[in-house]
């Protein structure tokens, strides 16, 4: 299996880790602010993920750019 690449979001939505790569923020940091229901997640495949449009949300909080596609 190949492994994500954090500069494009799966069709099914980021990874926690993967999102934290992208985001250049530490992954502890992402968990927490999902368990806080900070960040919404949603259960696919045994593993957590952060919707596209959730993703897009952080980064602007962030003042983040979207990464290239």
């Known amino acids: 299996?190949?492994?994500?690449?954090p500069e494009r979001a799966p069709r099914i939505g980021?990874?926690?880790a993967a999102f934290a790569r992208a985001v250049d923020v530490p992954e502890h940091v992402i968990r927490?602010?999902?368990?806080?229901g900070d960040i919404a997640t949603v259960r696919f495949a045994?593993?957590?993920r952060i919707k596209r449009g959730e993703a897009q949300?952080?980064?602007a909080l962030l003042e983040l750019d979207?990464?290239?596609h």
């Open 32 to 36: 927490r602010a999902c368990r806080r």
């Open 14 to 16: 980021w990874t926690i």
């Open 46 to 48: 045994g593993r957590d």
């Open 1 to 5: 299996m190949k492994p994500e690449s």
């Open 57 to 59: 949300r952080i980064r």
């Open 66 to 68: 979207e990464p290239e």
